[in-house]
């Protein structure tokens, strides 16, 4: 097989056993790697019903057929486990060494099953596996621990690890890498921290099988050099992903309060241009010419790496509008290893549910001290206070009663990216239908609506153009494993990843093949929420009940009055369906499931819900 080392590393933790298990071509054909591998492992191996914070549940580090190998931005990882947060499959993809280095190890994939019985770091060296004991660096933060570890194995070890966030379960933890690197947005750190593992190291010195390794390196070579040029003429890495924050507040599609309003005049102070001449360094990914990690220093001086998302739901959303203040929270949040998105909507929800009656407490938008003493407090489940933050807002809001729900801002658990959708359908009909629950990472439909489509519309083509990302970005991108920034952001065309998973595996792929496997992903996600939840519902692919309220809308600005409607976007919701192929709960019928190749894992499904 070329392409795929052909290699599992399979790892349990209770036992501290170690096996290397082999798959198929077919195997690989069907699945190909990252999301893909990930989905196909957790829905063969973990029972629905499961605590995913049990020692049942099992961490999936996966990697792709070009991960490791020279060209654009193939520094990437998928982790993936049945969600906390969520309660079904849930994944992140993060920048990490761990890319090349598994791979140099022989593994395309590593399954972490069980539980320590004290805290652990797994080294994997090549052929040997480590279970070592991690009393020293348990309890320290992922800055300290990365430093640790960089000591002790080298600045090239690819590291995995997690904060107090992760030790402390806090349902959205996240896993850290390098230095300003974290993903598993829906609580992988957490799953790391319920099996008692602070940290993976991986070292490897073996050849990853190429097909074309020639071809591949002479291409890789030039196209490294491309992608640094393109991303010099546009200028895009001078402000990276916070350029958009200016933008989203022009046409209304900020996140302020708790996503009560949509654009600030204060915005500008956190805006990229503002970010740009604060830089202190820039970071990012291995394999990396277009690196776009900003860092700035925070209010207490630490170096803080800040992206669109995390400015926006740190800052604008929470009515902190002081860059430093802003850099703080995402320097804690960096540190507690808590992902940054989930952390500032659980606490606009907070201070929403608090200025709203619902609960009694001491919070107000705006006010920066004190949301960094509550972040403190959710990592590490301190008091009541503490406890209810580490659920997320969905679980709070459950508990505080009042109609909270509606103001909650997730989708199946899962906060939302920083795109205000209150009037801005296609969107929040991206967001709806994310597989993992709410996440731009699916389809970032944003910008085609607000430039090439009325905002007005619920029509058929915005659920099109959601099923076009979804499959670019939810599948192409997150099985192949790589970053999706040099075609999002410069344009850098989409045939260059069959072009390179050709030449690793010797196959002959079009674009075509992808869409076929992203539908086979998209699918099994479903099939892994209907084990879950098998009374699910098209209200599970609906976003926040307070988008839809006509007391809710912006009284000035250009969207002035306006708001989502409920039957609209229903309707826009039954496109989606009818488009994909869905029955009336969105769920894929067994003819679908059929032509997708996953018939059996359907028949598999139907022992909890029906299918049509
Ligand atoms: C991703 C999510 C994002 S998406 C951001 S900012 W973004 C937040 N970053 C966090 C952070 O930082 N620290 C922290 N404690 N929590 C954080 N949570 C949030 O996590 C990230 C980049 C970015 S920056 C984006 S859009 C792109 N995302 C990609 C993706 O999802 N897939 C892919 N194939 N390529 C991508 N390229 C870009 O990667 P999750 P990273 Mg992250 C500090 O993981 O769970 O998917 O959530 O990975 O290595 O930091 O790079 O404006
Ligand atoms: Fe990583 Fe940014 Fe480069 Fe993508 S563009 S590989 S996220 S540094």
């Given at each position: 097989?070329?392409?795929?080392?052909?290699?599992?590393?399979?790892?349990?933790?209770?036992?501290?056993?170690?096996?290397?298990?082999?798959?198929?071509?077919?195997?690989?054909?069907?699945?190909?790697?990252?999301?893909?591998?990930?989905?196909?492992?957790?829905?063969?191996?973990?029972?629905?019903?499961?605590?995913?914070?049990?020692?049942?549940?099992?961490?999936?580090?996966?990697?792709?057929?070009?991960?490791?190998?020279?060209?654009?931005?193939?520094?990437?990882?998928?982790?993936?486990?049945?969600?906390?947060?969520?309660?079904?499959?849930?994944?992140?993809?993060?920048?990490?060494?761990?890319?090349?280095?598994?791979?140099?190890?022989?593994?395309?994939?590593?399954?972490?099953?069980?539980?320590?019985?004290?805290?652990?770091?797994?080294?994997?060296?090549?052929?040997?596996?480590?279970?070592?004991?991690?009393?020293?660096?348990?309890?320290?933060?992922?800055?300290?621990?990365?430093?640790?570890?960089?000591?002790?194995?080298?600045?090239?070890?690819?590291?995995?690890?997690?904060?107090?966030?992760?030790?402390?379960?806090?349902?959205?933890?996240?896993?850290?890498?390098?230095?300003?690197?974290?993903?598993?947005?829906?609580?992988?750190?957490?799953?790391?921290?319920?099996?008692?593992?602070?940290?993976?190291?991986?070292?490897?010195?073996?050849?990853?099988?190429?097909?074309?390794?020639?071809?591949?390196?002479?291409?890789?070579?030039?196209?490294?050099?491309?992608?640094?040029?393109?991303?010099?003429?546009?200028?895009?890495?001078?402000?990276?992903?916070?350029?958009?924050?200016?933008?989203?507040?022009?046409?209304?599609?900020?996140?302020?309060?708790?996503?009560?309003?949509?654009?600030?005049?204060?915005?500008?102070?956190?805006?990229?241009?503002?970010?740009?001449?604060?830089?202190?360094?820039?970071?990012?990914?291995?394999?990396?010419?277009?690196?776009?990690?900003?860092?700035?220093?925070?209010?207490?001086?630490?170096?803080?790496?800040?992206?669109?998302?995390?400015?926006?739901?740190?800052?604008?959303?929470?009515?902190?509008?002081?860059?430093?203040?802003?850099?703080?929270?995402?320097?804690?949040?960096?540190?507690?290893?808590?992902?940054?998105?989930?952390?500032?909507?659980?606490?606009?929800?907070?201070?929403?549910?608090?200025?709203?009656?619902?609960?009694?407490?001491?919070?107000?938008?705006?006010?920066?001290?004190?949301?960094?003493?509550?972040?403190?407090?959710?990592?590490?489940?301190?008091?009541?206070?503490?406890?209810?933050?580490?659920?997320?807002?969905?679980?709070?809001?459950?508990?505080?009663?009042?109609?909270?729900?509606?103001?909650?801002?997730?989708?199946?658990?899962?906060?939302?990216?920083?795109?205000?959708?209150?009037?801005?359908?296609?969107?929040?009909?991206?967001?709806?239908?994310?597989?993992?629950?709410?996440?731009?990472?699916?389809?970032?439909?944003?910008?085609?609506?607000?430039?090439?489509?009325?905002?007005?519309?619920?029509?058929?083509?915005?659920?099109?153009?959601?099923?076009?990302?979804?499959?670019?970005?939810?599948?192409?991108?997150?099985?192949?494993?790589?970053?999706?920034?040099?075609?999002?952001?410069?344009?850098?065309?989409?045939?260059?990843?069959?072009?390179?998973?050709?030449?690793?595996?010797?196959?002959?792929?079009?674009?075509?093949?992808?869409?076929?496997?992203?539908?086979?992903?998209?699918?099994?996600?479903?099939?892994?929420?209907?084990?879950?939840?098998?009374?699910?519902?098209?209200?599970?692919?609906?976003?926040?009940?307070?988008?839809?309220?006509?007391?809710?809308?912006?009284?000035?600005?250009?969207?002035?009055?306006?708001?989502?409607?409920?039957?609209?976007?229903?309707?826009?919701?039954?496109?989606?369906?009818?488009?994909?192929?869905?029955?009336?709960?969105?769920?894929p019928t067994r003819e679908l499931l059929a032509k997708l190749g996953i018939a059996k894992e359907g028949a598999e499904a139907e022992k909890y819900a029906k299918l049509n």
């Amino acid at each position: 097989m070329k392409g795929w080392t052909g290699n599992i590393l399979r790892v349990n933790l209770s036992d501290k056993t170690w096996k290397k298990e082999s798959f198929s071509e077919e195997f690989a054909r069907t699945w190909v790697g990252g999301r893909g591998f990930a989905v196909k492992i957790l829905f063969d191996e973990l029972k629905p019903g499961i605590d995913p914070l049990g020692p049942e549940n099992k961490l999936v580090v996966a990697l792709g057929p070009i991960s490791g190998i020279p060209a654009p931005n193939t520094g990437k990882c998928v982790v993936a486990a049945k969600s906390p947060l969520t309660g079904f499959y849930g994944d992140g993809n993060l920048g990490t060494r761990v890319s090349d280095q598994l791979r140099k190890a022989g593994y395309d994939a590593m399954i972490i099953e069980g539980k320590a019985e004290k805290p652990m770091l797994l080294n994997i060296d090549d052929d040997k596996v480590e279970f070592l004991g991690a009393e020293e660096i348990w309890g320290k933060g992922t800055y300290a621990c990365n430093e640790w570890i960089y000591g002790k194995y080298g600045k090239n070890a690819g590291v995995l690890n997690i904060g107090l966030g992760g030790e402390n379960m806090v349902r959205y933890a996240v896993i850290r890498s390098m230095e300003g690197r974290a993903g598993g947005r829906p609580g992988m750190g957490a799953v790391m921290g319920s099996k008692l593992l602070k940290a993976i190291v991986v070292k490897g010195t073996k050849p990853i099988p190429q097909a074309d390794p020639d071809e591949l390196k002479k291409i890789g070579i030039g196209d490294l050099k491309e992608v640094h040029q393109l991303d010099r003429k546009s200028g895009w890495s001078r402000q990276s992903t916070t350029g958009v924050l200016a933008w989203c507040n022009e046409v209304a599609g900020l996140p302020v309060e708790n996503f009560r309003k949509t654009s600030h005049p204060d915005a500008w102070k956190i805006d990229g241009e503002r970010l740009d001449k604060a830089r202190v360094a820039t970071y990012g990914c291995p394999s990396c010419t277009m690196k776009c990690g900003i860092t700035i220093h925070d209010k207490e001086k630490h170096e803080s790496e800040l992206d669109y998302e995390n400015v926006a739901l740190l800052g604008s959303n929470l009515n902190i509008f002081e860059l430093d203040q802003v850099g703080s929270l995402n320097y804690l949040c960096d540190e507690y290893g808590l992902d940054t998105m989930s952390a500032g909507c659980t606490l606009s929800f907070y201070a929403d549910a608090i200025a709203r009656g619902a609960v009694e407490g001491s919070f107000k938008f705006g006010d920066a001290e004190r949301a960094k003493e509550l972040l403190g407090l959710a990592a590490r489940r301190e008091g009541k206070v503490g406890n209810l933050l580490a659920e997320g807002s969905l679980r709070m809001a459950k508990e505080f009663g009042h109609n909270s729900e509606a103001y909650a801002m997730q989708v199946k658990g899962l906060e939302l990216a920083a795109y205000n959708c209150k009037f801005i359908p296609g969107q929040a009909l991206s967001f709806g239908v994310a597989a993992i629950g709410a996440h731009h990472r699916e389809a970032w439909i944003i910008t085609f609506e607000l430039k090439n489509s009325t905002r007005e519309s619920y029509g058929p083509e915005k659920a099109a153009k959601v099923i076009e990302l979804q499959r670019i970005r939810g599948g192409m991108f997150e099985s192949l494993v790589a970053c999706r920034f040099p075609w999002i952001e410069l344009g850098w065309k989409l045939d260059n990843y069959p072009k390179y998973f050709n030449l690793a595996t010797g196959l002959n792929w079009t674009l075509d093949d992808m869409w076929q496997l992203a539908d086979r992903i998209y699918g099994m996600i479903k099939l892994h929420y209907i084990r879950e939840f098998p009374e699910a519902t098209r209200k599970g692919d609906y976003p926040p009940g307070v988008w839809f309220d006509p007391a809710n809308a912006d009284t000035e600005g250009p969207i002035a009055g306006k708001h989502l409607e409920t039957e609209k976007y229903d309707q826009l919701l039954q496109h989606y369906y009818d488009q994909r192929g869905y029955d009336q709960r969105g769920i894929p019928t067994r003819e679908l499931l059929a032509k997708l190749g996953i018939a059996k894992e359907g028949a598999e499904a139907e022992k909890y819900a029906k299918l049509n």
